[in-house]
């Protein structure tokens, strides 16, 4: 896929896009193997809390794949450029509310989560929620909303979409988010990406953010079945952890 020009300023402007259907074709195998994942890594998931997996895309040549999708690849290449880095994946189950919070902040080059949920989810049920150009604004944590603008969690403006399985948001890193409601079993796989670092300060952040030893990135299948293109995007960690 190719980004226009209003969705990477949208992107820019509120720190999220929105892409129904992205992943429409291919959620079926996705599904499979994640589910295939989770029972081969012996997780069991009783409801009682989240469950967490990752890295996730690397202990299956099929989800590794996904990085050589055009609409996975033409997706980050369009928000990151073309030269992006893979950082990393994860699995989740999620149960329960969550609280307010950015996944990071401060940082000298954007880096984006590339996030599938793959249940049907509306706003009461679990969707994701955003609060669009909270990126800007440096916050930190988990946030207190009733001391801080004495409103409950439910309570904070934002956007929340439906969504279907094969429904595709990606978000910068910095951006508010949170999801409320729903079941003890919702499903949501994740990609990390950032952009390609250029200066030594930028570089030193990447090897701040990536595991100490190439050994815990995990990435025998990664490496072992990838394309040209696909390297191109492994390259920089790696040569960092060398």
């Avoid at 050589?68 to 999620?94: M, R």
């Avoid at 940082?107 to 590339?114: E, G, N, T, Y």
């Avoid at 150009?133 to 001391?147: E, K, Y």
């Avoid at 990390?192 to 990135?217: H, I, M, V």
Wanted: proline residues 5%.
């Amino acid at each position: 896929m190719v980004l226009d020009s209003s969705q990477k300023r949208f992107f820019i402007d509120f720190g999220y896009l929105v892409l129904p259907g992205l992943m429409r074709e291919e959620a079926p195998w996705i599904i499979e193997e994640f589910e295939r994942v989770f029972a081969r890594a012996g997780v069991v998931h009783d409801g009682s809390k989240r469950s967490s997996l990752g890295p996730f895309i690397e202990r299956s040549a099929r989800l590794c794949s996904m990085l050589d999708n055009p609409k996975v690849n033409g997706l980050l290449a369009g928000l990151l450029g073309e030269d992006f880095n893979y950082l990393g994946s994860g699995g989740e189950l999620y149960v329960g509310d969550g609280m307010w919070h950015p996944d990071c902040h401060g940082d000298p080059i954007r880096q984006l989560k590339w996030a599938m949920y793959l249940d049907h989810l509306t706003q009461n049920t679990g969707a994701l929620r955003l609060v669009p150009g909270s990126h800007r604004h440096g916050w930190q944590g988990n946030l207190d909303t009733q001391a801080l603008w004495g409103i409950g969690m439910e309570d904070v403006p934002c956007v929340a979409p439906d969504n279907a399985p094969g429904d595709v948001i990606v978000f910068n890193q910095m951006t508010l988010h949170n999801a409320l409601g729903g079941g003890n079993r919702r499903r949501m796989l994740n990609l990390l990406a950032c952009s390609s670092c250029r200066t030594e300060a930028e570089l030193d952040f990447l090897k701040r953010r990536l595991p100490a030893s190439r050994a815990e990135l995990h990435w025998e299948i990664m490496r072992g079945t990838a394309t040209a293109e696909r390297m191109r995007h492994l390259e920089q960690p790696w040569t960092l952890l060398s």
